[in-house]
């Protein structure tokens, strides 16, 4: 079993900055994809960043060259650096993990991110 806990939510001013981090304990050995989700009310979750263990990433568009997403696997870490932060990537953040397959099976509590001035 993996458990995930995410951590670095808050309040920012639109332009701002914050730093996600989503910890992994457990059966980390079975892990290959580690990504972030979002989810707003009355919107669609929607995957905003996702990393390999060897370290391929992909982004959706809307966070494209300010979202970098990164992992220390000595750590067991997973990190989202959000730049330039718009009051549209208000939500709640998700760190969710595979289990080898691709596919997500794991996921944390969430991690409220509020853009706001």
């Known amino acids: 079993q993996v458990q995930l806990v995410e951590s670095g939510g808050g309040l920012v001013q639109p332009g701002g900055s914050l730093r996600l981090s989503c910890a992994a304990s457990g059966s980390i050995f079975s892990i290959n994809v580690m990504g972030w989700h979002r989810q707003a009310p009355g919107k669609q979750r929607e995957l905003v960043a996702a990393i390999t263990r060897g370290g391929t990433t992909n982004y959706v568009d809307s966070v494209n060259g300010r979202f970098t997403i990164s992992r220390d696997n000595a750590k067991n870490t997973v990190f989202l650096q959000m730049n330039s932060l718009k009051p549209e990537d208000t939500a709640v953040y998700l760190c969710?993990?595979?289990?080898?397959?691709?596919?997500?099976?794991?996921w944390g509590q969430g991690t409220q991110v509020t853009v706001s001035s």
């Open positions: 969710a993990a595979d289990r080898g397959t691709g596919a997500w099976y794991y």
